[in-house]
């Protein structure tokens, strides 16, 4: 007797459906919201890009700063909002390094990326969320935007989209008003849509199936009045001086939204494994991504970014194969391909089974040296993306 292929195939995906809301609600319960752990003193140097003795006099002499709290004996510990406040403290006295100053200043304006590969399973959506916490951390205003129908990144912060069918997505700020619907609300002020998350000097736009419904509205517009491509630049203008940083998470797929963010961005960052398949992959990748910006540039004319570099992902510098490919990458791309990597970890892929990332995860549950090397290779990426920052600041 044969399978019924719709019926099974409908079946099956309800099953996964529903054990994936039970899992996701014993990690994160309804109405209860993800919260940061506090740091350590080591960790508030990190951020703040002081030294230790150099913090313990700001401390000492200026009482009335966070002083953190005293947890497992003698170790002290800071909020996240405690090491911004410190911040803000060391740049309003001239205490601050040029290079750790995480702000705009005069004309500089926010710096767009975004993360992009039509491969899945590239870490687009970790990569994401492990950058936007690390800059945010470091004090710049970011904001994260998930194009994501499947909505991983708004799902990493504990936004769980079945649970709000009525979320306000960035759909809703750059969708098409309906004609013929006289009670048509039209586009939501983009205002309305943003989302503070547990991290401080960290935003997020999220996202749900309802991105979908752009691409059939757009298949259907007349593109000569207002190109499809210009509407989340559009929609950003409200806010776009409000952040240091703003970073699309893309899905593997050249979708108008897609195309809209590539439009809108100032800088691209593609994430690639670190494989044969996958270098193949990205190559037919960019060439069908370079014919689509054509044909917008012929249109809108040129936009050149600030940069473009390949960050390559799930690292495993002790597997031969990994380290021979990434130096291929490397021969072909050049200065193009980050000089650091996101390694793959098993402390960042446990972490991620509860939708943690390296910054949020408890280091005492993990073996000291598994975390520390998690916590290096993302720091490293995230001071790297730093540099890039600052180079498209004009400071460096």
């Known amino acids: 007797m044969g399978v019924s292929?719709?019926?099974?195939?409908?079946?099956?995906?309800?099953?996964?459906?529903?054990?994936?809301?039970?899992?996701?609600?014993?990690?994160?319960?309804?109405?209860?919201?993800?919260?940061?752990?506090?740091f350590s003193f080591k960790e508030a140097c990190y951020y703040l890009g002081v030294k230790e003795n150099s913090l313990r006099h700001t401390l000492r002499t200026n009482e009335s700063l966070p002083q953190g709290v005293m947890l497992r004996?003698?170790?002290?510990?800071?909020?996240?909002?405690?090491?911004?406040?410190?911040?803000d403290?060391?740049?309003?006295n001239d205490r601050m390094e040029p290079v750790n100053i995480t702000r705009r200043v005069g004309d500089e304006q926010a710096v767009v990326i975004a993360s992009i590969n039509l491969k899945g399973g590239v870490g687009k959506s970790t990569s994401a969320q492990h950058l936007a916490q690390g800059l945010a951390m470091r004090g710049y205003r970011t904001l994260v935007i998930d194009l994501d129908a499947q909505a991983s990144l708004t799902q990493l912060f504990g936004i769980i989209p079945e649970r709000e069918p009525d979320m306000a997505t960035l759909y809703h700020a750059i969708r098409y008003h309906d004609p013929a619907d006289p009670e048509d609300p039209g586009q939501t002020d983009i205002r309305n849509v943003v989302r503070g998350t547990h991290i401080p000097n960290l935003d997020l736009i999220p996202s749900s199936m309802q991105i979908m419904e752009f691409e059939h509205e757009t298949a259907g517009s007349d593109q000569r009045r207002q190109p499809f491509f210009v509407r989340i630049e559009e929609a950003l203008e409200p806010i776009r001086d409000d952040y240091d940083v703003i970073l699309f998470d893309c899905?593997?797929?050249m979708s108008f939204a897609v195309m809209s963010a590539l439009f809108t961005c100032t800088?691209?960052?593609?994430t690639v494994t670190a494989s044969f398949v996958d270098v193949m992959s990205l190559g037919t990748f960019l060439g069908m991504t370079g014919e689509m910006m054509s044909v917008i540039e012929q249109r809108q004319g040129e936009r050149p970014y600030d940069w473009?570099?390949?960050?390559?992902?799930?690292?495993?510098?002790?597997?031969q194969p990994s380290v021979q490919v990434a130096g291929y990458l490397r021969s072909i791309l050049e200065e193009s391909v980050m000089t650091n990597e996101f390694y793959l970890s098993t402390a960042i892929a446990d972490a991620a089974v509860s939708s943690d990332s390296i910054v949020e995860v408890d280091p005492s549950t993990f073996h000291r040296q598994t975390y520390q090397r998690a916590w290096d290779s993302v720091s490293r990426v995230t001071a790297e993306l730093e540099g890039l920052i600052h180079q498209a600041w004009g400071r460096v």
């Open 308 to 319: 473009i570099k390949y960050l390559i992902t799930r690292y495993n510098p002790t597997d």
């Open 89 to 92: 403290h060391l740049i309003a």
């Open 267 to 270: 800088s691209l960052l593609v």
């Open 251 to 253: 899905p593997p797929q």
């Open 5 to 38: 292929g719709s019926a099974t195939l409908d079946r099956h995906a309800n099953l996964i459906a529903d054990q994936l809301v039970q899992h996701r609600d014993r990690l994160l319960e309804p109405k209860k919201r993800k919260e940061l752990r506090p």
């Open 73 to 87: 004996g003698t170790r002290r510990y800071f909020e996240a909002a405690d090491i911004h406040q410190i911040r």
